[in-house]
């Protein structure tokens, strides 16, 4: 038996595993985001303890003898987020989250700083980042600057209550800008830029390894044997990557989760910044992956499903397939856009300023409309990081430590992950809109907590070929190829619109 721990924005889930691929029990915490001023996002380091304390607790009472039999613990989590600790390992401040836009300018300075920082790291500098929200905490909380003797990032977090032991994995450390990516170690000039040396940085292993062991008071408390050693594990999306078995160069997925990620393994560091593409580290070891990040995609839906009075996402997704679904083409085609910059965007723009707007609106539009078109939105964002996939820039190819890897096969099939994949209508339109056929997988919105757990299985000395298979197939879209057609004189309307917008909106 393996249990994954998935650290995510909106819920914590922990998730038992047989080896035989059996989900044996899946228990979930809610989690809250504080925004205490514009663009910052936050959270209490404390209420991610306490969410590991209420699913850890549930699983005694109900699978008790599952966790007697645990043979090791995975990781997973929210990228980029700063945890800043003091010498005595206690929190400095709320946890800056990887959807926190305040540090725009510590991007500019840190780029001006060290400008091979692309070549170093294969992204550019973003506010979602962890480098920024150090370099803004030196200019604006200098005492709390003073005083952090450690960063982590959310998972670690966690592991170090779990542990005791400050550890962090390859492909988590990626999204921090203080990683040689590469090299797959940390880069000293990135972290001297920062004011920060490698004694600040958690040791780093690979997904796949142990980092440490579980505390034994924790251990008889919730009932699991002595000694359970803990993974690496990995980012939340390499980690969901791991659970639907996508470790081989040109495997990929689709995630409909908070934010809206499109993913693809590599054999090779194939970095892509002239299109805000992402190059990290894969949770396992001698393999990375490219990776385009929109920042508001399943959170969109949430948002409009508040603002126009809907009870949920899913009676939001079923009035917006009311509206344009398969059979209304043409009223689909005289549907409002809307740009889902809610929360500023990533690929392809890196603007952390980029605002949400509808455009097309008249007095015929009503609530259906709207939620068809926030769903379209999402979708049409998703395609512009899809089309980010492209060659790699002669710059950056010349500095890698390697040539680029396989660019994407038009048309290659992609498996459908996180929560919006529940949607078949969703689903469908994606398929439509990318061009592309999606599958869904038996457990797919388990995510990142099936990867965390199989990333146990693999330290604990499981194969891949025996741990990281693709899990039975739920259901398949095929691309309309009409629907496709219509779809992309709209997103090509869409495309157009942020870059007229942009300068009007800050005006």
């Known amino acids: 038996m393996y249990l994954g721990l998935d650290l995510g924005t909106s819920e914590l889930k922990a998730l038992l595993l047989a080896d035989d691929h ?6 979930r915490a809610p989690l809250a985001v504080q925004r205490p001023q514009p663009l910052w996002s936050e959270q209490a380091p404390a209420d991610w303890w306490a969410a590991v304390e209420s699913v850890m607790g549930e699983l005694a009472a109900t699978h008790a003898a599952a966790l007697a039999q645990v043979r090791a613990i995975g990781l997973s989590g929210q990228m980029h987020g700063a945890v800043l600790l003091d010498e005595a390992g206690s929190v400095l401040r709320p946890a800056i989250l990887w959807n926190d836009g305040r540090s725009g300018a510590a991007c500019a300075a840190l780029t001006a700083a060290v400008p091979a920082l692309p070549q170093i790291t294969g992204n550019l500098a973003m506010p979602g980042f962890t480098a920024p929200k150090l370099w803004w905490v030196r200019e604006h909380e200098p005492d709390v600057f003073a005083r952090t003797a450690c960063v982590l990032l959310p998972k670690d977090f966690v592991r170090l209550q779990l542990t005791g032991e400050a550890v962090t994995d390859c492909s988590d450390a990626s999204g921090t800008l203080w990683l040689d990516v590469g090299a797959r170690r940390w880069s000293a000039e990135l972290l001297a830029a920062c004011g920060l040396s490698e004694a600040h940085m958690p040791r780093l ?4 390894a142990v980092s440490a062991r579980l505390r034994p008071a924790l251990a008889r408390r919730w009932g699991l044997p002595a000694d359970v050693p803990v993974a690496g594990g990995g980012g939340d999306n390499a980690a969901s990557a791991v659970g639907i078995g996508a470790v081989s160069p040109g ?8 934010s809206g990620v499109i993913f693809r393994t590599t054999d090779r560091f194939a970095p892509n910044p002239a299109q805000a593409l992402h190059a990290f580290c894969h949770a396992v070891p001698g393999r990375w992956h490219q990776m385009s990040v929109m920042l508001s995609a399943a959170s969109a839906l949430g948002w409009a499903a508040r603002a126009f ?3 949920d996402e899913a009676q939001l997704l079923q009035a917006a397939e009311s509206f344009g679904g398969a059979e ?3 009223q689909r085609e005289a549907a409002p856009l809307f740009l889902p910059y809610l929360s500023g965007e990533r690929s392809p723009h890196n603007d952390p ?3 949400g707007a509808f455009i097309g609106l008249t007095h015929s539009h009503a609530g259906a409309a709207l939620a068809y078109a926030v769903v379209e939105g999402v979708s049409f964002g998703l395609l512009d990081g899809y089309r980010s996939f492209g060659p790699v820039s002669e710059g950056v190819r010349s500095a890698s430590t390697s040539p680029p890897a396989s660019e994407p096969t038009s048309g290659q099939a992609l498996s459908l992950v996180g929560g919006g994949s529940r949607s078949a209508f969703w689903a469908q339109l994606l398929a439509d809109v990318l061009g ?6 038996t457990g797919g919105e388990a995510g990142g907590a099936l990867g965390a757990a199989r990333l146990a299985w693999l330290a604990d000395g499981g194969s891949e070929a025996e741990v990281c298979t693709a899990p039975p197939v739920a259901r398949g879209f095929e691309p309309d190829a009409a629907a496709h057609v219509a779809l992309a004189l709209r997103a090509e309307r869409f495309r157009r619109l942020y870059p007229a917008l942009r300068e009007t909106s800050r005006s």
């Open 22 to 27: 059996r989900v044996v029990a899946l228990a």
């Open 205 to 208: 292993v690979e997904g796949s």
């Open 251 to 258: 495997q990929g997925f689709v995630s409909l989760g908070t």
């Open 309 to 311: 009075g809907f009870a």
């Open 328 to 330: 209304r083409g043409a």
């Open 353 to 355: 300023l980029a605002q």
């Open 436 to 441: 592309v056929p999606l599958t869904t997988h």
